[in-house]
Structures are given as C-alpha cells and as structure tokens.
C-alpha cells in the first residue's frame, strides 16, 4: 500500500524531527528495561559475594575484543552519519554495511564464547550469576540483532538516496547499543 | 499551510479501500482508536463475567453459577487473577490510553494523523495478538494462570505450584507484549502532542486530556522497563528453570516484588489521568467554565507523575522489607495525597459559578470525581503503614482500589464514550437512556464495593475462594449478607449494560440527521472538524488563537469562543 | 468499628484501632465537606435561563485562595496522619521488646506449623513442640515468631492481633505480638499460595498460665 506522510509527520513544533524524538523516547523506555535489569543484578552480587567465583570463569578477553569490535562499529555509524549529511547516500550505506559487519562479528565471538562456557558447564541453570549473565548479555544481543536489522532496511533505502535523515537515527540506536554493552563488560567480566 | 492539498489526495485515495483495509490494515488513527476501543470492550466482557463467576462463588458458595457451572478452587483463582489482569491491561489501559488517546491527540492538537501511523498500526496489532494469547491461556492445559494479576514468585514462577504450566507463561507472554504494544502507542502519543501541534498552539493552550495523556503515557514509558526486564527473567524462571526469583539458589522473590510495583504504582496514575483529563473537558464544556487555575493543575499532574514513582514500596510494607523503609514510603504516599487531592479541589472550583448542564457525559465527568474521592481518601487507609498491617491483602483494599478502578475504567470510558460520541459517529445517543443507564450503573457499582469496606474491615481477607472455611468469617450473618449484597449489586450493574447495548441500537437505526461539528458548543479542535471526519481530519487544517477552555468570556455574545476561531471573526460577526 | 467484630486481643490492637478511627474521622470530614460542596455547587449553579456562567481564570489571588487552604489542610492532615501511622508502625514493626518465649512459624502449602521453644524459650533445641494449625501462647508474654516458608509466599495474619506479616522462602521474618486477652482465634494466609490458599487456616489459642502451664506439660516431648 503506497503510504504518504501525514502532515503530522512534517510537523516540528517541538524543534526537532519527529524521528529523532521518537528515537530519543524509545531510547529513555530502553534505558528503563536494562536499567532494572542490572539494578536487581547489582543488588544481588552485591548480597552474594561467592558470585566471584562463578564470574571469574567468564572470558575477559572475548568480552574486550568484542568491546573493541562495537566501538569501531560505532566509528562506522557515526561516518554514516556524516555521509548522509552531505547528502551522499551510497557512502552513507556502505558505512552502515560496515557497522552491521561489525554487529555480526560481535555476534560470531559471542556465540564462540558463549559456546564455550556452556561445554564447560557454566550453563544458565547453574547459579543465579549465570542466569543473570545469560539473560543480560542475550537482551542485549537481541538489541544488537534488531539494530543490525534497521541498518539492513535503511542502508537499503539510503543506497537509494532515500530517507537520508534515518541514518542519524539508526545511528543513535546503535550508540545506545553500544552504551549498554559498555555498562555490561564490566558488570559481567571485569567484576571478579 | 503548503502541505494541506497533499492530505486531500491522500482523501480520495483512501475510499476507495476495501472494507478488510478500512476496517483491519487502517493507518488513520480514528480507525485505531475504535479498533482498541471495541477490543477493549470485548475485553472487559470477559472480565465481567470472570467477576459474575466468582462474586456467585462468594455469595453462594459452592453452588451452581449459572452460565459457569460449578467453581473450584483452583478456578476461582484464576478467574480472580485474570479479571483483575483483563481488566487493567486489556481493559483500562487500550481504551482510556490507546483509543481515546488516539482519537483525541491528532483531533485536538489539529494534525491528520498520528506521527507514526504505520507504528501505529502496529501497536494495535501487537495488543490484539496479546489479547489473543492471554483468551487462548484459559484453554490450555491446566487452565489459566492462578497466581493473582500482581503474580509474585515462586508461585508463579513454579509451576508445581500453580499447577497451570502453559497458562502462566502464556499470561506473562501475553502481558509483555502488550507492553510492546503500549511502547509503540505511547512514542506516538508523546511525539504526536510534542511535534504536530497546529501553529499558534502553545504550550499551555493545548487541552488538559491530551496533556495528561502524555504524562500517563512518560509515565508508562519509565516505568514499565523494569518488570518487562522482570517478565523475562519470569519467564526464564519459569521455563528454563533459572534462579532469578528462586530462593534455592541465590535469586529473591522480593525482587520481582519491587520491579513488578516499580511499574504498578504509576500504572495507577497512568490509567487515572487520561479519565481525569476527559472529566476535566467534560465539566468545563457542560458548566460553561473556563478550568479552574489550568496551569496549577498541570503542576498538579507533573507532580503526581514524579512522586508516583517512589511510592512503589507501600504495596509491599509487610512483605519482609526494611521496616524503616516503610516509613520512607508513608511520607511519599501521604504526598502524593496533595496533588490528587488538589486536582478534584480545582475540578470542584470549576463548578463554582458556571451554569451546569447535567447532559449524560457531565453525569459521568461529575460522577467520575463524586465516586473517585472515595477512593482517593480511602487511599490514606493504606498508606498509613500502621493501619495497613490490619488492612493489607483485605477486602478493605479491594473496595479501595475498585472506588479507583472503577471510576477510572469504566465511568471513565462512558463518559468519553457519551462526549465523543457525536464526534466518532455522527448522531446522538439518547439521552433518557443514557440517565437511566447511567443511575443504574453507579447504585450497582455503590452497592458492589461499599460492602467491601465493611467486609474487610471485620477481616474478610483476599482470594479466598470460600468463607465457611474460617468460623469467625461467617458466625455472624452480616458478612455473608454483605456478600450477598456485594454480588447483587454486580448483577445490576451488569444488567444495567443492556441499556447502553439498546441505547446503542436504538442510536444506530434512528435516521437522525447529522449532529454538525459541534453539538456541544466546546472550545477544543476537533468540534471543528465534520462528524466523524474524514480521512485527514480537518477541510482546513487548523490554526490556534487561543487555549481551550474561553468559555462565558463577559464581552461576548456567545458563550464559547473555538480556539481556532480568528479573533476579529468575532467582530464581523 | 473493627472492635465490634474483631475482638482486641494484643497490646498493639488498640493503637492499631485508634490510628484507623482518627484516619477515619479525618477522611469521613474530608470526604463529606468535599461531597456537600461538590453537590452544592452542582445545584446552586445548575442551567437558568437568561444566566450566564462567570469567566474565572483561578489566577487571581482572591480566587485561588480557595484551592491554597485546602491545599494547606490537605498536608497539616497528612502530617497527623504520619505521625500516628509511624509510630504505630514503630511499635508493631521497628520495636523489638525482649521476649519471654520464641515460636516459630512455618508455612508450607497449605497448612502452618509451629516449633514452640518449649521450657528453655529458645527454638531449635529438643524440648521444642511443633504443632500443626494450632500455636499455644501464654496470655500476657511477649513472643518473638520468627516467620519461614518452605514453598511459596504466605501471610502470617491474625486479625485479632491486628498482626500481619508475610513470610518468604529462603528468609526469616520475625516479629513480635503480645497476647492480652485468653480465648482462641484465627490465624489466616493472606498471600497467595495456589489451590488451597483458601482453606489455610490455623488457631491460635491464647492460654492463661495454668493452662498454658497444662499444655506444655501435656505435649512436652518425651525425653525431656
């Protein structure tokens, strides 16, 4: 079904593209989920001590080359940004390309690491750490499966030289994606 | 306003669609709002009949319910716990959030259409597909899930407990998904009332219902997260057989406690404030009043947003929490008094002065306030932490947050539903049967709960199934005839719904003539637009001269003056 | 109010009353004056003909004075009512008064037990009784019960007492009552427990010192 844009959508009476509110909202509703999420995981590590030991089985190298892989991916979002800015929209979508490149190879340790912990026995059922190690980082992989996705459609659409200003927003997500990993690495591996 | 012939192509355009396309695969917000409105309705059909089954349970128990058949135990929970879920998240939350949101944002801010229509679209499809998965609940194996809509583990993380696998997973899928949905709605609420407003309108002209629909909409949006975070750890507990909540192993069942009424206590304020917004229009459009003091009630309902969210802990004052942290959250609750209890102060001053028209939508605006305040100085019962350890998980609290619930649901939706009307359909409804329908349906509604007072107070505890198992609670014959009373009280109200059905009917096959824009004679945009109207809304897209409520101004003829009306219209005319 | 139905059976019960009927008195006043002048205004400037209604915006210092008494009312109220509930809730819920004897209380589904401390007044040694849906406490001590659960939650509850607390898997929840008057009452559940929360009723029997006395030594463990 052809679908042209209420007047709604053009409007601006807030001083700012409807889309980069929209994104700005559904970021503060996302900071929400993850945020209770660690909260309860903090209260608890904090109320079980003996969690150290399960935490020293995670794999803190595979946790930092995958939050160095995220950061370059962010790099590469943000040039997104700046192409499509210039109005360039083939670079803007070869640089999304880039980042959803760098999603899948955050995906590809994790599913090695995670592969690796469970043969080891370290599974979801094993200790309340676990659970929370799994359900964390997996919420979060989800995010970086969904953001991957979103690039996919715009970098199609920018390629194009369509819907230019999506690729800020696309942007934003991924950042955020990003912003929560940085909060989990230490959560989840560091924190011995 | 270059874009306007642009709507008009978008006019033509649109008729031509199939009724399946018009009907089910529809972007225009006016479609959405009926679409979540009727669900919703559905919904709380069900929901009744859950409370028709269970209040005979109670007043007879044991007996055969007709309609039902006979109840045990194990059913009386679940219809319990489902009533209580249908009727919050499937009930008062699409209809006074989604559908009136959704009709009234785009038609009082003067744009055509939400921000985000196809987002929009979504959001409904995703609440229906919910609304699917927690009806399928009941039939599965085991039946559905028993363990009270506030579903604290472990009961409701093991299913050795609740006996109902496949139910309660099915529940607790179909109520994050409807929080999806609520998620998509509200970005669209909260950007559609921030971005598309008509030019001229500022700030403090936009009209109070959409104001606070935006609010109740922040509020779910910061508030949800950490239970849709807990509903997958639940999840996981459940199925998976993690330790999130599962004491053996290092999780707290506390935990969900907190992240489950984190979100619970302003869900209360975000269902209250669109019913309080729509009163607020009502009562100054039926007594010709500006609203009293408009900035101070939206500090008001700013201030209620922002302590709402650390009240949370009095639901949970004797579940094993710090008691010196009760004390924190007794001081937070009996705050949260002053901006409730000043909203119905400013709606009362309004009155003062007007020239009160007791049309049916003022009977439900007014009856909204009259009922509310009962549940609103109930409140303070409960939030004493000293009077809440005799009065926590007793009827008392029922009848409490049903003189809430109730006038927050369901007078609610009448009297949007009698206001917009015109609007949504074109024609009046009657009036003579909508007063009797109405006073038929506040004597059920009184006469269901203010038993309840009673009951708890003498020490009826929740979610009991059957009373003659505690002596003490049957000895003296005046708590079954409570009971009794209780349940008759249901049945009228009940009953008294068939009035509205005829209403509606009568309504739809009389061949009254359209009732114009404006049949109220009210300020706000869409009395503008045609009833209903079209795709696109407005025949020109508005512009603002003025806030909402100029009405009875004393140098004018007429006593309501449109916000879109250009101001030296006034003096040709 | 409650008295007429529930008997006062603790220390506590009277304050716990007391608190409710001053939250009441001030509610009902409240409630009551907001009603007559909501219904006052309602019928005082109901529709006449040829009578327009006023243009008041709510600004003006005269008018909203109106809605800042009140306002004002509204928080003194509030304060009363703090003062009171908190320390009603001190005494029940903060206060730990030295016990003469510890019992402690089990839930499982859908039944209580009690572990009574016996002669030595402390729980966990073999004199201890342990009985199903009945505890035994003497008029007048001040018992410590120390709350657990083996499956899911439930609510230790005796109106009588006015008493109520939840007690929660892998937790101890303790509290404290102080029985003033003999006689035998209810013990409920008031959380949720699944299939048989509904028939989760216990007694607690209220013994004066002879009989208390008689019971202990009737139901002393043999051995001891």
Not at chain 2, 150 to 165: E, F, G, I, R
Not at chain 2, 188 to 210: E, H, K, L, Q, Y
Not at chain 2, 213 to 222: P, Q
Not at chain 2, 393 to 402: E, I, P, R
């Amino acid at each position: 079904m052809a679908h042209a844009k209420p007047i709604a959508t053009l409007r601006t009476a807030a001083g700012v593209p409807v889309g980069r509110l929209a994104m700005w909202w559904l970021l503060a509703s996302e900071i929400v989920i993850f945020g209770g999420l660690l909260v309860g995981y903090i209260i608890h590590r904090n109320g079980h001590p003996e969690w150290a030991i399960e935490a020293a089985n995670t794999n803190t190298l595979a946790g930092a080359i995958n939050t160095f892989v995220l950061l370059t991916s962010s790099l590469s979002a943000v040039l997104a940004h700046q192409a499509a800015q210039t109005g360039n929209g083939k670079r803007a979508a070869r640089f999304l390309w880039l980042t959803i490149l760098g999603a899948c190879m955050f995906l590809v340790i994790k599913s090695f690491e995670w592969t690796h912990e469970i043969q080891l026995g370290f599974t979801l059922t094993k200790s309340g750490f676990w659970s929370f190690y799994y359900c964390a980082a997996g919420l979060h992989a989800a995010h970086v499966i969904a953001g991957s996705i979103a690039m996919g459609v715009v970098a199609v659409d920018a390629a194009k030289g369509k819907e230019l200003q999506r690729v800020e927003y696309v942007g934003i997500y991924w950042h955020f994606v990003d912003v929560v990993w940085i909060f989990l690495f230490p959560l989840l591996y560091i924190a011995k | 306003m270059s874009a306007t012939d642009h709507a008009h192509d978008d006019h033509g355009h649109h008729e031509q669609q199939n009724f399946f396309l018009k009907y089910f695969w529809s972007t225009d917000h006016k479609i959405i709002a009926q679409q979540y409105m009727w669900t919703g309705v559905f919904m709380a059909l069900i929901g009744g009949f859950l409370a028709y089954a269970f209040r005979m349970q109670l007043a007879f128990p044991g007996k055969f319910i007709p309609g039902f058949g006979y109840m045990s135990s194990l059913e009386y929970n679940a219809a319990v716990t489902n009533h209580g879920t249908i009727m919050i998240f499937w009930f008062a939350m699409p209809v006074l959030i989604a559908a009136f949101g959704n009709l009234l944002i785009p038609l009082m801010v003067g744009c055509d259409d939400m921000v985000f229509p196809r987002i929009n679209r979504l959001s409904y499809q995703v609440f229906l597909i919910s609304a699917v998965i927690l009806v399928s609940s009941f039939f599965v194996k085991g039946g559905g899930f028993n363990g009270a809509w506030t579903a604290y583990p472990p009961l409701s993380a093991n299913s050795d407990y609740n006996m109902a696998p496949a139910g309660s997973s099915l529940w607790l899928i179909a109520v994050a998904l409807e929080f999806v949905a609520f998620l998509l709605g509200g970005i669209n609420f909260i950007v559609t009332a921030m971005s598309s407003r008509a030019p001229g309108m500022r700030m403090w002209d936009v009209p109070i219902v959409v104001w606070m629909i935006v609010v109740a909409s922040i509020l779910f949006m910061l508030s949800v997260g950490p239970l849709f975070a807990g509903a997958v750890m639940l999840l996981f507990d459940q199925n998976f057989g993690t330790y999130f909540f599962n004491p053996e192993r290092g999780g707290d069942p506390i935990l969900w406690q907190h992240l489950f009424w984190f979100f619970g206590h302003p869900e209360v304020y975000v269902v209250l404030l669109p019913a309080m917004g729509m009163s607020g229009e009502i009562i100054a459009t039926f007594s010709r009043k500006k609203l009293f003091a408009y900035k101070t009630l939206l500090y008001t309902v700013f201030a209620t947003g922002i302590i709402s969210f650390f009240v949370w802990a009095h639901h949970q004052f004797i579940a094993g929490i710090d008691p010196r942290m009760a004390n924190v959250f007794t001081v937070t609750t009996l705050i949260i008094s002053v901006p409730i209890a000043e909203m119905c102060f400013l709606y009362i001053a309004t009155l003062y002065g007007g020239s009160i028209r007791l049309k049916v939508p003022m009977l439900w605006g007014l009856a909204f306030v009259a009922e509310f305040l009962l549940g609103g100085v109930t409140g303070i019962f409960l939030g004493a932490s000293g009077a809440d350890i005799y009065f926590h998980d007793t009827y008392f609290v029922v009848a409490h947050f049903h003189y809430t619930f109730v006038p927050i649901a369901i007078i609610g939706f009448f009297m949007g539903f009698t206001y917009w009307f015109p609007k949504m359909y074109g024609k009046m409804l009657n009036e003579t049967l909508g007063k009797i329908h109405f006073w038929i349906t506040i004597l059920g509604f009184n006469m269901i709960f203010i038993p309840l007072f009673f009951t708890g107070m003498w020490g009826d505890h929740r979610r009991i199934y059957n009373y003659s198992h505690f002596p003490d609670l049957v000895k003296n014959g005046i708590m079954q005839d409570l009971r009794i009373m209780a349940t008759v009280g249901l049945l009228i109200m009940l009953s008294a719904q068939v009035i509205f059905l005829m209403n509606l009917i009568k309504t739809a096959l009389s061949k009254q003539e359209n009732c114009g824009p404006n049949p109220w004679k009210s300020n706000t945009l869409e009395w503008t637009a045609p009833s209903p109207p079209g795709h696109g809304n407005f025949a020109v897209m508005p512009t603002v001269y003025r806030g909402p409520y100029e009405y009875s101004l004393p140098d004018r003829e007429s006593d309501f003056w449109p916000q879109s009306e250009p101001p030296d219209a006034d003096k040709q005319a | 109010m409650i008295e007429s139905f529930v008997p006062q059976a603790s220390s506590f019960a009277a304050e716990i009353d007391n608190l409710i009927l001053l939250v009441t008195v001030i509610t009902m006043a409240w409630f009551v004056a907001a009603q007559a002048i909501f219904f006052g205004f309602i019928f005082k400037f109901r529709e006449k003909p040829g009578q327009r209604a006023m243009h008041i915006d709510g600004y003006k210092p005269e008018h909203k004075r109106w809605i800042t008494y009140p306002h004002n009312a509204v928080l003194v109220f509030d304060v009363i009512v703090l003062v009171f509930a908190v320390k009603a809730w001190n005494h029940v819920k903060i206060d730990q008064p030295t016990p003469n004897t510890t019992v402690q209380v089990i839930g499982q589904r859908w039944a209580w037990t009690f572990v009574h401390a016996g002669n030595d007044n402390a729980v966990g040694t073999p004199d201890d009784i342990k009985t199903a849906d009945e505890l035994h406490v003497k008029v007048g001590d001040i018992v410590r019960f120390e709350g657990t659960s083996r499956d899911t939650l439930h609510s230790f509850s005796v109106p009588a007492f006015r008493l109520k607390q939840d007690i929660i898997p892998g937790r101890v929840n303790s509290g404290w009552f102080q029985p003033t008057v003999a006689g035998t009452y209810t013990i409920q559940c008031t959380e949720i427990c699944g299939i048989g929360h509904g028939v989760m009723a216990a007694r607690i029997v209220v013994d004066t010192a002879e009989s208390y006395a008689t019971w202990m030594a009737a139901n002393a463990p043999s051995g001891t």
